[in-house]
Each structure stands twice: as structure tokens, then as C-alpha cells.
């Protein structure tokens, strides 16, 4: 006699879910500055992975000393970037003074312009900028000591991220074999296929995000430099800086680049800017992101969307770069699974639908 398999109805099902999830969120959100440092110490460890093992296996050096050492090159990197950044600005603060001219003309210029359209006097509105400045000096020692805690909070956040990423090099090997080893083995096979994929799709993801930001700051400089701005190159790499942000950076590098244009230059220059900056996020939205970096993610808009605007509600700015490397890992998992894979399909969804063959069934 056949035994009858116990189902469930769907509202139960979708009950358990939703208080999983919820779950889930909660607990996610509490332990935010732990787990925060931890998945991008995730991260940085598959992309220096193969930097590590090459010391290790090349250069016979233990495996601390090459887990260190990659994490030293990856720190030299960051900071060679910011040095290259921070150069650019130093020439911009030399033009401080013709800055504060730029910026004052221009006051005095829209001073006249809301005088005559809405009627408001010079004296009125000086009166307003100076009770609002006013407001700002009083409550300058609560800015400087937010924004101490804030600069102390990203220090501890970057130590630990270094030290998480460190720690997860040195024990790869013991935390790949705990994650097979929690599973029966008659899922190693595709355990360790997930592990795997989830290193090559995540490794490819952070390099071709890399190689996009060269390669759209690259261009944005050719262009400000053609255009004949003055500081074409500080601009270049604040647009490919900033493109790695999704969908906001390009705001964020549009409004920046606009207003360093018009105190250094005119009105034509920021308008010439705006557009060009415009113009390379079509390209690279439409050309470079899908061959460079979609490719390797194969997540469609919509999923992708949600997950930047639910990673910012949840971790804020980390939470909108984390989104895509944990949906990529999601559905990977859900790819792999039988019983997950309609919602792998759903985050992908960019192939034709196509069942597999039913077999028959025979029942004694």
C-alpha cells in the first residue's frame, strides 16, 4: 500500500515564509555591525583568493604571511586611488580664491533673480542667510561630534572588515569543509558546485565592476579634457567613483561635477558636463553593464531594483553595494535546488520557460 505524501495548502506555506523573512530582517538589521564587516571581509577574501593561493603555492610563503600580503596589495591599491583623488583636490583647493569669487557672483546673481521673481528684497533675504548661518554656529559642536563618531565608527568598520577578510583566507579551507560537512553526502556534489560558482560569479562580479569603473572614468576624462575643462581629470574619477554606486552614484556624480564646473568655469561648461556625464550613464547602463558585469550576475531590473532599494532600508549605503553580490549568491542556491528553482527563474527570468519532460507514473 502506498503511503499518501502530507501536503501543506499554499496560505500556510506563504505564512511560513513571510515569518521567516521577517525573522530573518529582524535579525539581519540587529546584528548589522557585525554582519556588515563580515560580508564585505566575504567579498574582498574571493577576490584575493587567487593572489593568495599564487603566493602561497609560487612563493612558498605560509599561508598567514600570504593572506596578509594580499590584504596589504588590496589596501595599497585603495589607497593609491585615493591618493590620485586627493592630489586632484589639493589643485582644486589652490583655486580657492577664484572659487569664492565664482560662488559670490553667482550669490549675488540669484539674489537678483529671486528679487525680481518672487519680489523679496536683498536686505530680506540676507536677513534669512544670516539667522540660518547663525543657527548653524550654534549647533556646531553637535556637527563636529556627530561627525567625529562618524569618522571613528567607518575606521572600526574598515579594521574589522581587513580582519574579517584576513580570518576568512587563513580557515578557507576549514569553512569549506565545514559547509560540505553540515550537508548529507549524497548533496556534496552539488554543495560543492555552489560553493564554487558562488567564488568564480562573485569573483567575475567585483572585477568587471572594477574594470567598468576604469573604464568610465577613462572616458569621462577624454571627454571633460576634449571639452577643455579645468579639472577634467578630478572630475573623471569622481563619475567612475561614483558609478559603482547603483542607480543613485550617477545623481551624486551629475550634481557634483555640474557645480565644480560652474564655480571653476561658466554656465556652457556645467550644461556641457551635465550632458556628457548624462550621456556616459546611458552608454554604460545600456552597453558596458550588461556585457562587463551583467553577464557574469544574470539578474533581471526588477530584482535587482528591489534589492538596492530594500539594502538601503535595511544597512543604508553598504546595504545598496551588498544587494547584488547577495541576490547573485540567492540565486545561485535557488538554481541548484529542485524545489527552488521558480524563484531562481524569477530573479533571472532573461531565457524562455521551458518544463521538463513528465515522466509517466505508474502506480501497483
Not at 580664491?97 to 540676507?126: E, Y
Not at 572630475?235 to 555640474?258: E, H, M, Q
Not at 558636463?273 to 533581471?300: E, F, M, Q, W, Y
Amino acid at each position: 500500500m502506498a503511503v499518501k505524501k502530507a501536503t501543506h495548502p499554499f496560505y500556510e506555506k506563504l505564512s511560513l515564509v513571510l515569518v521567516g523573512l521577517i525573522a530573518l530582517g529582524y535579525l539581519v538589521i540587529q546584528a548589522k555591525d557585525v554582519l556588515d564587516p563580515l560580508m564585505f571581509g566575504f567579498l574582498f577574501a574571493i577576490l584575493l583568493l587567487p593572489v593568495s593561493s599564487f603566493f602561497e603555492k609560487k612563493c612558498r610563503l605560509p599561508r598567514s604571511a600570504s593572506s596578509l600580503l594580499s590584504i596589504l596589495l588590496l589596501i595599497g591599491f585603495v589607497f593609491g586611488i585615493g591618493y590620485l583623488v586627493g592630489s586632484q583636490i589639493s589643485n582644486l583647493a589652490d583655486d580657492w580664491p577664484q572659487l569664492k569669487s565664482q560662488v559670490s557672483d553667482s550669490v549675488i546673481n540669484l539674489q537678483s533673480w529671486v528679487s525680481s521673481a518672487f519680489h523679496i528684497n536683498a536686505a530680506k533675504q540676507m536677513t534669512y542667510v544670516n539667522n540660518t548661518t547663525k543657527k548653524i554656529i550654534e549647533s556646531g559642536t553637535t556637527v563636529l561630534g556627530t561627525t567625529f563618531g562618524a569618522i571613528s565608527s567607518l575606521m572600526l568598520f574598515y579594521v574589522f572588515m581587513m580582519i574579517f577578510t584576513f580570518f576568512i583566507l587563513f580557515y578557507r579551507r576549514l569553512l569549506f569543509r565545514f559547509i560540505v560537512w553540515v550537508f548529507d553526502e549524497t548533496n556534496k556534489s552539488i554543495v560543492v558546485d555552489i560553493a564554487e560558482n558562488i567564488q568564480s560569479i562573485l569573483r567575475q562580479y567585483i572585477l568587471g565592476l572594477f574594470l567598468e569603473m576604469g573604464i568610465v572614468a577613462t572616458v569621462a576624462c577624454t571627454i571633460f579634457w576634449i571639452i577643455g575643462i579645468k579639472y577634467a581629470v578630478l572630475l573623471g574619477l569622481l563619475v567612475g567613483l561614483f558609478n559603482i554606486i547603483p542607480y543613485l552614484g550617477i545623481f551624486s556624480a551629475l550634481l557634483l561635477s555640474s557645480i565644480i564646473t560652474f564655480a571653476t568655469g561658466s554656465v556652457k561648461d556645467a550644461i556641457e558636463v551635465a550632458v556628457s556625464v548624462i550621456a556616459i550613464h546611458a552608454i554604460d547602463s545600456n552597453l558596458l553593464l550588461p556585457t562587463i558585469v551583467g553577464s557574469k550576475v544574470r539578474l533581471n531590473a526588477l530584482i535587482t531594483f528591489l534589492g538596492i532599494v530594500f539594502g538601503e532600508m535595511i544597512w543604508g549605503l553598504s546595504g545598496m553595494f551588498l544587494s547584488i553580490p547577495t541576490i547573485a549568491i540567492f540565486k545561485i542556491i535557488f538554481d541548484r535546488v529542485e524545489t527552488l528553482k521558480p524563484w531562481g527563474f524569477l530573479m533571472g527570468g532573461s531565457y524562455e520557460y521551458k518544463p521538463s519532460a513528465e515522466k509517466d507514473m505508474k502506480t501497483e
